[in-house]
């Protein structure tokens, strides 16, 4: 791992998809988010599932668990199986499950709490109707380090130190402060129309919990706070509760 480096950055790199890069390494299976500096990651040389060989494992089970069939993992040529042999699997070994699945949820892909409630330094209060329904991208010059994928339901914008983030649409800030579980300076902004906007990572917050801000307005200054491996802002949009891809509401 190197500075803004990202899973979905490293799978566009290897030509993989960004969740066969955590499928590949247990150590990160909890959160996509939790990749940090100096990690040594596991690149699979095909999509699919690193599986770690458990006591009573069987191909039947890994076939049921990753969704690959038998004959597709005795044949994988990473797996050097001496086809001229009943296959034996022993616990510990490492097993590349081609073009597998797993059923892992990711714990980043969970809207913070914050963002559904409000608690802690937010504001709990019914909000006016102040948004648009259309949004604008939050910094005025940009590109990405990470895209919509099911680890991560939002996009990571490339940022200067203290670059001016704005709000993408007009509302109420129901949080602005620090977020414990990894997004750092952190604030949420209901739009009182089903829509919320997440700003995430920020180096400082410019806005307050109960403050009414307008489209365009500044609300704070990008930064590399929380668990971040570079300057960007994590960007998110929840409709009723549920993240959906920002790249279909942007300009």
Not at 30 to 51: C, E, F, M, Q, Y
């Given at each position: ?25 247990d150590a990160l ?58 296959p034996q699997l ?69 940022t200067d130190f ?90």
């Amino acid at each position: 791992m190197q500075r803004g480096d990202s899973p979905w950055s490293i799978a566009q790199k290897f030509g993989l998809e960004p969740e066969t890069i955590l499928w590949s390494n247990d150590a990160l299976n909890a959160s996509a988010g939790s990749l940090k500096i100096g990690d040594r990651l596991i690149i699979l040389p095909v999509d699919g599932v690193l599986h770690i060989v458990e006591e009573g494992d069987t191909l039947e089970t890994l076939e049921n668990i990753h969704g690959t069939p038998t004959q597709g993992i005795i044949e994988y040529p990473g797996n050097s199986f001496d086809l001229t042999q009943p296959p034996q699997l022993i616990a510990g070994q490492q097993i590349i499950i081609p073009n597998g699945t797993s059923p892992i949820l990711w714990s980043e892909a969970q809207a913070p709490i914050a963002a559904q409630t409000g608690l802690g330094r937010g504001y709990s209060s019914d909000v006016p109707n102040l948004g648009s329904g259309y949004f604008i991208w939050p910094v005025n010059t940009y590109s990405l380090s990470q895209e919509y994928w099911s680890g991560h339901p939002g996009l990571d914008v490339v940022t200067d130190f203290r670059q001016p983030i704005f709000a993408s649409d007009s509302g109420t800030v129901i949080f602005s402060g620090w977020d414990a579980t990894g997004y750092g300076n952190f604030i949420v902004i209901d739009h009182g129309n089903g829509f919320k906007t997440t700003y995430g990572h920020n180096e400082a917050n410019l806005v307050a919990a109960g403050q009414t801000v307008v489209k365009g307005q500044q609300i704070a200054e990008s930064g590399n706070t929380g668990n971040s491996t570079g300057n960007h802002i994590d960007f998110r949009i929840l409709l009723n509760g549920a993240f959906v891809n920002p790249l279909g509401y942007l300009p």
